[in-house]
């Protein structure tokens, strides 16, 4: 695999995995770093993916409300209220929650829908995200 197609892999397993489809890009980062890729290059593009991902879930928020009313809309009212209810108590805070799986993706999309102003979503979900790419990074590293 050249260097570029594997960076190019992980940011798109990145990318994805932080959007509301289902996707590990947990397993990619350690094969690629115990295939011996540079670990800072890795962290880095993962952490780069993975927040703009969020960023697509976030900008998805910001124009679901139009929709709610919908049949078709993934989520019913009640649990879009819960969810804001849940966001409005705890705030901008629980986005450094935004690695955590399951409940990750749905906080971001909330955040939007709640109108969190981007730059304060940005520095929040980017400390998680590259947090727990750094520690998963130093953890691998580790067993090698």
């Known amino acids: 695999m ?9 940011f798109a397993a990145a990318l ?10 947990e397993a990619a980062l350690v ?3 115990v295939s011996g890729y540079s670990p800072w290059a890795l962290l880095i593009v993962a ?10 879930n976030w900008l998805l928020g910001r124009g679901i409300e139009r929709f709610r009313d919908r049949r078709w ?8 209220d819960r969810a804001q209810g849940w966001y409005r108590r705890y705030g901008k805070w629980s986005l450094l929650l935004s690695w955590a799986p399951i409940i990750g993706d749905p906080l971001t999309v909330i ?31 580790g067993f090698l």
């Not at 050249?2 to 992980?10: E, K, Q």
């Not at 994805?16 to 890009?25: D, E, F, G, R, V």
Request: no cysteine; proline share 6%.
């Open 47 to 56: 952490s780069i993916g993975n927040v703009l991902g969020s960023v697509i």
């Open 2 to 10: 050249t260097d570029l197609a594997a960076y190019a892999g992980l």
């Open 73 to 80: 809309f993934p989520a019913n009212e009640a649990a879009l």
């Open 31 to 33: 094969a690629l770093l």
């Open 111 to 141: 955040a939007g829908v709640m109108r969190e102003p981007l730059p304060v979503f940005l520095l929040l979900v980017t400390i998680a995200k590259v947090g727990r790419y750094a520690v998963l990074t130093v953890a691998t590293l």
């Open 16 to 25: 994805i995995a932080a959007t509301i489809l289902p996707m590990q890009s």
